[in-house]
């Protein structure tokens, strides 16, 4: 964390003169999403220096996953004339749940802990949660739910508006820590991260799928997908070649040569569905479904779209209205090299295959000759053979 705490910018709020009888409570430390945080001189008098160590790394963690942002009850307006035990309830609730997803890491991490400060165990909740759901743990905004009792002091204290966004009375008017300067941050924190769980593997789990979402962003499949399907129709529909079908209209000066025209042939898709035992008809659908979408939007019809469904054996193409129509035969073992096999034989042969499988299969060494090959992968421990074009499909589908 100390490119992170480096990176805070303080900013004293001096209350000594202040003559409000309701006066600010800064001994959380708390920051505001441009990285400033906010110090009480005489607040900080009373800290000892493992408790200020302790909020400035808690203070720090509410950046970095980005709790203001995050903030279920985004509608709610920011005080303007008071801290935030004379604002709503959302706040401090929102407060609460936030603590309890850093501050389990933080103990587990060996950090010691005020008693001020929030775990999901003062909650009665169980460790390992996210905000979100001890939100609702908490009872959301819905209010339907009562809200677990927490420390009296914990239900007090504030982080500021680096934990929900909303601005404070006591946030300074000043350029902060700019959002590629942020970026950049996370990225080196999460990098440092993930170097002190490979050389001592003391790291919390909570910080770990953190580093791993900053270092390896989780993509849309739908979209990698899509975008695969897109080029491979574009790469193909780009072809053009010379056609006597249809003479050139430049034939007319050049006396008895008949000139040829340039043709621009619509792209013929075959897709190869795995309906082996091991794989996930929904998922399956689902795929199915956002190809079948893609393909219409780029204008390739039913008469260009071949369906091949394939177990350890190839069944015959079948050509369908819409892509629920499909009727998904087989349910045995797996050999996608038949499917491969089958849809290249289709005639007009295909210049596009589109594979959906587990992966786990035998692959052909080679690719159909002259055939664009994508493959959705729907199950990351299977494999995808270095000549095809592999995008991972599912719920957490990674590129």
């Known amino acids: 964390m100390a490119s992170a705490l480096l990176a805070l910018d303080p900013v004293v709020v001096d209350q000594s003169e202040d003559p409000r009888s309701q006066r600010f409570d800064l001994r959380a430390l708390p920051v505001d ?8 001189p005489e607040a900080i008098v009373g800290l000892d220096v493992p408790t200020m160590g ?19 009850a985004q509608d709610l307006m920011a005080p303007s004339d008071g801290p935030l035990s004379a604002s709503s309830e959302d706040q401090r609730r929102w407060n609460m749940a936030a603590d309890a997803e850093i501050n389990d890491d933080l103990v587990a991490g060996g950090a010691g802990r005020p008693e001020a400060a929030v775990t999901p165990h003062s909650l009665g909740l169980p460790d390992g949660r996210t905000a979100e759901e001890y939100w609702d743990d908490l009872g959301g905004s819905d209010g339907k739910k009562e809200a677990p009792a927490a420390p009296d002091e914990a239900s007090r204290s504030d982080c500021g508006s680096g934990c929900d966004g909303k601005g404070r009375p006591w946030d300074a008017d000043q350029p902060g820590l700019g959002e590629t ?53 574009a790469d193909i529909a780009g072809r053009v070649d010379f056609s006597y079908r249809k003479p050139s209209r430049r034939s007319s000066v050049v006396g008895d040569v008949i000139l040829p025209s340039l043709r621009q042939p619509l792209p013929k898709v075959a897709m190869v569905l795995d309906t082996s035992g091991s794989t996930d008809d929904q998922m399956l659908a689902q795929s199915l479904a956002e190809v079948g ?65 587990d992966g786990h299969t035998p692959w052909p060494a080679t690719p159909p000759r002259g055939i664009r090959v994508v493959v959705g992968l729907m199950d990351p421990a299977g494999s995808v053979p270095e000549w095809a074009r592999a995008i991972p499909i599912g719920a957490a589908g990674a590129a």
């Open 293 to 357: 979408g893609v393909l219409r939007g780029l204008g390739v019809g039913r008469r260009h779209l071949n369906i091949v469904c394939c177990d350890a054996m190839a069944f015959e193409a079948q050509k369908v209205m819409q892509a629920r129509d499909v009727e998904l035969l087989g349910g045995g073992g797996t050999d996608m090299g038949a499917g491969l096999a089958k849809a290249a034989d289709i005639r007009p042969r295909p210049d596009l295959i589109v594979v959906l499988t």
């Open 181 to 233: 300067s942020r970026k950049l941050l996370e990225r080196d924190v999460a990098r440092q991260i993930k170097e002190r769980e490979r050389r001592y593997g003391n790291t919390s789990a909570g910080w770990q799928r953190w580093a791993e979402d900053i270092l390896e962003p989780t993509v849309s499949w739908q979209q990698l997908l899509a975008a695969a399907v897109r080029r491979g129709v």
């Open 54 to 72: 302790f909020w400035l790394i808690h203070q720090v963690s509410h950046l970095l996953r980005h709790h203001g942002d995050r903030f279920p």
């Open 33 to 40: 999403q441009a990285w400033h945080v906010y110090l009480d």
